[in-house]
Every structure is written in structure tokens, then in C-alpha cells.
């Protein structure tokens, strides 16, 4: 008996859960197929060598997955403009500069940069891309104290990574050392709050949905009219929570990886709301981006354990 659909083994191809999840597939199904034999193998995808961006959905093109925390950034257009989704770590400006470049033309200018939430993996190059392209960057307002590096709110929403090694390495620093360290990282000059309720800034036609947990303000962004959900570190397809899983890189869904979540009770409860989203398109943060039409259907079968519980 299958124990979410109630369906016996001997009749599985009934199964709607085990249907979709055979047809689920990633951005590239060939990808998917190499992941599936090569799991055991996969190696990341060595620096300065991804591919351009890639049309995932109906104006949102995925830049990535690169290098070993397999990082990906999304552009997102709107009419004549556009925006940029999280903005990889504080070396990558000119890896996404340059997809920018061959998509929208050298001298374009995002509307807006939008970031999931403010860990360095997606906030890294926030300043110097916003300084360059003379745009603001937004996020949740429970979002906007780590974006200012205030000390305080680090240790409030540290994970247990923070708490074990970051956060004894910051103190050991002194006050004014690390006052001086956290003033650099500070994103305070361009960011800006949003309200989630409000409608995305430069995305009309998208929605914020609260995914907080791996961060007090962490949110996910969603396109109703064909489902397209782009995730952060809400929801990943690299197995993160396993020793083996995160050496090897060995693709497949997850949440956030718990060693660097605030609080991983809230964090099933958001995986739990974005699988009710039953989305078409899964553009996570780390690792390749989900379509095909078991990718609801693969999604509530990973999120039923965390609703149950
Ligand atoms: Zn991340």
C-alpha cells in the first residue's frame, strides 16, 4: 500500500504521487538522466566555466548552477525591464554581470535587485551590482538587520554553524575589529524593505510568499499565471542535509541545509506552504532548477512528512 495515496503495489501505475514523480524531471531532463547514473560522481561545475543563462520559464532565465555550493542567480524580465534574484557570492558580480550583458544588452539596468534573504551565498555581490547598475536592493523587513550587519540580529538568527564557529570567531575579534568587518559587508546604503502583502517591486504579475526559517525573513517569489516559483534556500534540489549528499553533490530536493537555518521548525512549516503553491517550475537557490508536470506532485510527496509533523 502506498502510504500517501493509498494505493497497492500491485496497481502502482495508479499511483498519482509515483506517476508524478516519474515524470518529474529537472531544467534539462538529459542533465536529470547523467545526474540519476553519475550520482555516485557528480563533480561541481569548476569556476568561470557555466553556462550562459538559460531560459527556464516564460522570461525567467537561471544563471547557474556553479561552483561547489552549486549557486544559482535568476533574471527575471518584465516588460522593457528587468530584475535580478539573489546575487551569488561577493567574487560572482562579474560572472552575472556578463549573463546580464548577453541578455538585456550592455548597458542595461535591472529595475530592482531582489534578494530571498541575506546570507552571503545570495547576498554577496548585492553592493557592488547595486553600486554598478545604480538600483536599490529589496527584501523582507525582518530581513533588513542582517543586511545591515547589525550584530545583534546576526546573533539572534544564527544557525548552528553561526553559533559553533562564526559567531566565537566574531567575538574573539573585539568590538571595534568587528564593527569595522561587519561596516564592510553592510548592505545599509542600497537596501530596502518591501512589504510582502504589496505586490514584488518591479515584478507586477508576482507574489511574495513569507518562507521564513533558514532566516527570520527569508521569502520566496511566485508567478501565479503558469505557477513558476523561485525558491532560495527555502527549498534546494542538492541533497544538503546528508554528509554524502553534500560531498558528492548528489542532486534531489530538500530544505535548507540545518546547519546554517535559524529555526528549522519554521522551515518545514515553508516547505510545506510553497508545496501548496503546487508550482509547475521549482527555481531553487542551490542546484538545478525543477519543471515538468510532476514537479507538483514530486514536491507535496517531499512535503508531506514536514505537514504531517
Ligand atoms: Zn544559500
Given at each position: 500500500m502506498c502510504s500517501r495515496c493509498w494505493v497497492s503495489p500491485g496497481n502502482a501505475s495508479s499511483c498519482e504521487l509515483r506517476r508524478g514523480m516519474r515524470e518529474q524531471t529537472w531544467h534539462d531532463p538529459a542533465e536529470y538522466r547523467a545526474d540519476r547514473r553519475m550520482a555516485g560522481m557528480t563533480r561541481p561545475t569548476?569556476?568561470?566555466t557555466s553556462a550562459a543563462a538559460r531560459e527556464?520559464?516564460?522570461d525567467v532565465f537561471c544563471l547557474g548552477p556553479w561552483g561547489r555550493t552549486q549557486t544559482d542567480v535568476y533574471f527575471v524580465r518584465s516588460g522593457s525591464s528587468w530584475v535580478l534574484i539573489d546575487a551569488g557570492w561577493a567574487n560572482d558580480a562579474s560572472r552575472i554581470k556578463r549573463a546580464a550583458c548577453s541578455l538585456f544588452g550592455a548597458d542595461s539596468r535591472p529595475a530592482a535587485i531582489l534578494l530571498t534573504h541575506c546570507h552571503p551565498d545570495h547576498a554577496g555581490s548585492a553592493l557592488s551590482l547595486a553600486r554598478d547598475w545604480g538600483c536599490a536592493v529589496y527584501m523582507h523587513p525582518d530581513e533588513l538587520p542582517l543586511a545591515t550587519a547589525d550584530f545583534a540580529a546576526i546573533v539572534a538568527s544564527a544557525g548552528p554553524l553561526d553559533r559553533w564557529v562564526v559567531l566565537p570567531l566574531m567575538r574573539a575579534m573585539g568590538r571595534r575589529r568587528r564593527e569595522a568587518v561587519l561596516a564592510r559587508s553592510s548592505l545599509g546604503e542600497v537596501a530596502r524593505m518591501f512589504e510582502p502583502g504589496a505586490g514584488v517591486p518591479g515584478l507586477p504579475g508576482w507574489r511574495c510568499i513569507p518562507t521564513p526559517g533558514?532566516?527570520?525573513?527569508h521569502v520566496s517569489y511566485f508567478r501565479?499565471?503558469?505557477?513558476v516559483l523561485i525558491t532560495g534556500d527555502a527549498l534546494?534540489?542538492?541533497?544538503?542535509?546528508?554528509w554524502s549528499g553534500l560531498l558528492l553533490q548528489r542532486p534531489g530536493l530538500s530544505g535548507p541545509p540545518w546547519y546554517t537555518t535559524w529555526n528549522r521548525r519554521a522551515a518545514k512549516e515553508s516547505v510545506g506552504r510553497l508545496a501548496c503553491?503546487?508550482?509547475?517550475v521549482l527555481a531553487v537557490g542551490h542546484g538545478r532548477p525543477m519543471t515538468g508536470a510532476g514537479t507538483a506532485a514530486a514536491l507535496s510527496a517531499y512535503a508531506a512528512p514536514a505537514r504531517e509533523r
Amino acid at each position: 500500500m502506498c502510504s500517501r495515496c493509498w494505493v497497492s503495489p500491485g496497481n502502482a501505475s495508479s499511483c498519482e504521487l509515483r506517476r508524478g514523480m516519474r515524470e518529474q524531471t529537472w531544467h534539462d531532463p538529459a542533465e536529470y538522466r547523467a545526474d540519476r547514473r553519475m550520482a555516485g560522481m557528480t563533480r561541481p561545475t569548476p569556476e568561470g566555466t557555466s553556462a550562459a543563462a538559460r531560459e527556464i520559464a516564460a522570461d525567467v532565465f537561471c544563471l547557474g548552477p556553479w561552483g561547489r555550493t552549486q549557486t544559482d542567480v535568476y533574471f527575471v524580465r518584465s516588460g522593457s525591464s528587468w530584475v535580478l534574484i539573489d546575487a551569488g557570492w561577493a567574487n560572482d558580480a562579474s560572472r552575472i554581470k556578463r549573463a546580464a550583458c548577453s541578455l538585456f544588452g550592455a548597458d542595461s539596468r535591472p529595475a530592482a535587485i531582489l534578494l530571498t534573504h541575506c546570507h552571503p551565498d545570495h547576498a554577496g555581490s548585492a553592493l557592488s551590482l547595486a553600486r554598478d547598475w545604480g538600483c536599490a536592493v529589496y527584501m523582507h523587513p525582518d530581513e533588513l538587520p542582517l543586511a545591515t550587519a547589525d550584530f545583534a540580529a546576526i546573533v539572534a538568527s544564527a544557525g548552528p554553524l553561526d553559533r559553533w564557529v562564526v559567531l566565537p570567531l566574531m567575538r574573539a575579534m573585539g568590538r571595534r575589529r568587528r564593527e569595522a568587518v561587519l561596516a564592510r559587508s553592510s548592505l545599509g546604503e542600497v537596501a530596502r524593505m518591501f512589504e510582502p502583502g504589496a505586490g514584488v517591486p518591479g515584478l507586477p504579475g508576482w507574489r511574495c510568499i513569507p518562507t521564513p526559517g533558514h532566516t527570520p525573513g527569508h521569502v520566496s517569489y511566485f508567478r501565479p499565471s503558469d505557477r513558476v516559483l523561485i525558491t532560495g534556500d527555502a527549498l534546494v534540489t542538492l541533497k544538503v542535509n546528508s554528509w554524502s549528499g553534500l560531498l558528492l553533490q548528489r542532486p534531489g530536493l530538500s530544505g535548507p541545509p540545518w546547519y546554517t537555518t535559524w529555526n528549522r521548525r519554521a522551515a518545514k512549516e515553508s516547505v510545506g506552504r510553497l508545496a501548496c503553491h503546487e508550482p509547475s517550475v521549482l527555481a531553487v537557490g542551490h542546484g538545478r532548477p525543477m519543471t515538468g508536470a510532476g514537479t507538483a506532485a514530486a514536491l507535496s510527496a517531499y512535503a508531506a512528512p514536514a505537514r504531517e509533523r
